[in-house]
């Protein structure tokens, strides 16, 4: 599968910005879906996951209640909703799949997942 995100930009502190990730294929369902961020200077580091159905969702505790992640099986997309935006919150942002997550501790777990986008770029001025 391959992955493009989009979305990224410019937003200021409180603001909201939704990110995209566009999968080819149609095994689209067959993947549970993932976002990560990489600061500058910092590890990659996970924000929010899905699961194949979209019944399960994950979230990093410094997003959780603000981010908001989704997917639309028919337009093979996952989303990222970003509320409440932060200084902090400025990173590359990739979008991930993989098949084989068997557990919610993997679905945190960057090194579980496959197939990786691209990144796109969010920068949160204060």
């Known amino acids: 599968v391959q992955l493009q995100a989009s979305g990224g930009g410019l937003v200021q502190a409180g603001g909201s910005l939704r990110l995209s990730c566009a999968a080819s294929?149609?095994?689209?369902?067959?993947?549970?879906m993932g976002w990560f961020r990489q600061a500058p200077g910092k590890d990659r580091e996970f924000v929010a996951a899905?699961?194949?159905?979209?019944?399960?969702?994950y979230y990093a505790d410094s997003v959780s209640g603000r981010f908001t992640i989704s997917r639309n099986s028919a337009k093979n997309t996952v989303y990222l909703q970003m509320n409440s935006l932060k200084p902090e919150d400025t990173a590359v942002y990739y979008c991930?799949?993989?098949?084989?997550?068997?557990?919610?501790?993997?679905?945190?777990?960057?090194?579980?997942?496959?197939?990786w986008g691209q990144g796109t770029l969010v920068t949160v001025s204060s």
């Open positions: 991930a799949a993989e098949r084989a997550l068997p557990s919610h501790i993997a679905t945190m777990q960057a090194e579980r997942y496959r197939y």
């Open positions: 294929g149609r095994t689209f369902s067959s993947y549970g």
């Open positions: 899905i699961s194949k159905s979209g019944g399960s969702t």
